[in-house]
């Protein structure tokens, strides 16, 4: 009973700040169907590694999916680090062998877009998932926000634009980020050339750095089959 | 003077201790890419240390052929000088010690040219080890370890760094380092030569060589700021590693690689102007002695 | 005659050491010239100021009638030479050892040639072997092989007999007689065996101390018919006594174990004669022609010592 009168407070405290509000497991579940819609895809790409240590050049990529869960991230050419939790760019993944509890958390704004908030806490007490937050436009069922706790490889957060692929659910921007480790070789170790150009002054805040990597992603392909053996 | 050089040469290729050099350096090579085709991983992991809890790396492709030359000349080139002091510490105390020095003096050569054409033959023979140097450390690394992008692991200032260098833009890169790596040596063998001029067997003079070389070596990396102030600046040894600067890739304003370039030209150019006044200095005080000096051999 | 080498006042200090002082003498075209001294009497390095290995402190050389400081190169590529050791790359071929030394005198030979050279000095069997595998007898004939390749007109040979055989010696010094009276070289021979020089040489120089004893014409300085005899006995004192009074003391040193004296070697047989009738009994009786004997008579038994006389 006592439940009842504070969910029914909730919803006219909601209900004042938005009328157009909707349920948000129904809103979860529209934004979830229309990512469905894709069966399989791929996509090709461009990825930029913004993290202070790592100077490599952006790499062209191309991105493989398939229902429900199979997902592959490689380079075409070249070497490439590939940012662990990847799999999450791909939105399925969040959705798929997971059982979720979803609370309403709200509303936010991103870039100029209302979304709304909608917390995911995983059911199952073994999911390497903590908690992913969505952050959904209401009006185009689009993730544009997803921030994900894990308890193996932390917390990193997505942000997507969609254009052209809009219809299916498929950004075609990604920033995805990540508190990344520092990294530090022990000097003499690597004999290296000093020109004396580089010295001092980099010290630094101890602050976890934050990593970055951008996709811009163009080309998909989409429910076309794709063969299993991709993903070997 | 190019058959007195003709005539070097010969007496080099025809000692067994010219091979000694040639043959370490291939026993070093094959080790060093039988230990990196067996576990090069564990290597790897090792220089991404905590790189590889927010990436993932295909560490395979990563131990390539332009990677395991980088490794290799990175140990082989603190190695080779004590292969050229081998050959130049001997140029000109060895022949004191056959006893050949006094013959070769009383030749129709000025002692100028004489020596000359000692260091000649010695810039040579260092020329050849690296020639021997490439076409094991690089072309037969790319055949055994295929050829990909090439990670270099840097320690730059207080700051640790992971470049990546793809795989067209380094070729032109060993070729540089390559020569880069003759000019260094040559300091070496500049130095092994004035110091066999003073002596009248070659195991002082080689030895000598390779213990400044050692010392100066061991100064240059102790790093702390007051000898990397002071001291470090004035030891040519702390030179000799300039052919990585080639592998410094330079960078843009966003923190990319742009293909084609070097981070600090400048640094380079010094170091080398360094290295050449070095062996001119070296070979100046040789020759100024060598012609003062008495044979008594 | 005309000169071809010309020292004059020739002086190398090495810190205080005069090793060379003030040293003049004169080797003409043609010559065989004994230069003779003691080990560490100055021949070495006036041999080597000769060579230019060493500069002289003061004093002049010409040869060909050139400066040799200002014509060094034109001078070197008419002189060979063996200095001290006959030092060769041991880990070459005796031929290979050869072109590469006439190479490094600007001439080219072809191996037909060289063999010849090798020939000269009796080495054409061991042309290939190297130079490691060679007895010093060996390495001696290669190095006149060596300093004659590129056939120079001043010849410098030192020691050039030692670590030969009998046969090797006589070897060598005919090849030594026929470089000059046939081909006209000039030969320069140091040496510290007056014996080796009295027998090739026409003219001769005799250092000591870095300072010149005497020089000139052998024939004038050594009288072939000359000897000094070196005596021991059962009683050097009467034997001593003995060979005094019979006027046969001229040049006579002695100590208490030895007589030596100078005599003509006729006189030889006498003196034995003389004195086993005086009831002396003869332990040695030996001919000696060493430089310092040779010194003895130059200094007119300076050094002479009566040790029996009181």
Redesign the interface.
Known sequence: MKTNILYLILLTFFFQKNTSAQDINILVGNARAKIEKVTDYEATGKM?T?????????ATIKLYFKNPNKFKLISEK???????GSMSINLNTIFTGNNFIIIDAGFDKIEKTNVRVAKLLPTDENSDLVLTTLYIDPVNFLILKSKTTTKE?GTYELKMKYKKYSLYGLPDEILFS?N??????P?????????????????KSEKPKK?EVEILLSNYIINNGLNDNIFK | MLSLLQIELFKISRRPRTYIAFAAITAIVLIFQFAFKSDGQSYMNLMLQNVQDNFELDRSKAINGYFMCYIILNTLLVQVPILVALIAGDAISGEANMGTLRLIMTKPYSRTQILFVKFLASFIFTILLLIWMAILALFLSLYIFGADDMLIFRVKGDESQILQITKDDIMWRYFAAFGYATIALTVIAALGILLSVFAENSIGPIVATVCIVLFFTIVSNINVPIIDKNVKPWLFTSYLVGWKGFFYIGLDAEGQPVKGSIENWPAIRNSLYILIAHIGVFLSIAIYSFRKKDILS | MKPLIEVTQLCKKFDQFTAVNELSFTVNEGDIFGFLGENGAGKSTTIRMLLTLIQPTSGNINIFGENLQENRKEILKKVGAVIEKPDMYKYLSALENLNLFAKMSRIKLSKSQLMEQLDLVGLADRSNSKVKTFSQGMKQRLGIAVSLVHNPDLIILDEPTNGLDPQGIVDIRNLILKLSHERGKTVLVPSHLLSEIEIIANRMLIINKGEKIIEGEVNNLLDPSKTIVKIETTDNKKAFHLLTKSGWLEKLKTNESQIQLEVDKKEIPNIIRFLVENNIEINLIQPRHSLEDYFLTLTKSADYVEPFTN
């Open positions: 930029k913004n993290v202070t240590f790592l100077k490599i050049p952006i070249g070497l490439s680090f590939v940012p662990k490889n990540f990344a480790k520092d990294y530090k070789l000097k003499g170790i690597t004999f290296d050339f000093d020109d004396g150009a580089s010295n001092k002054k980099t010290i990593g």
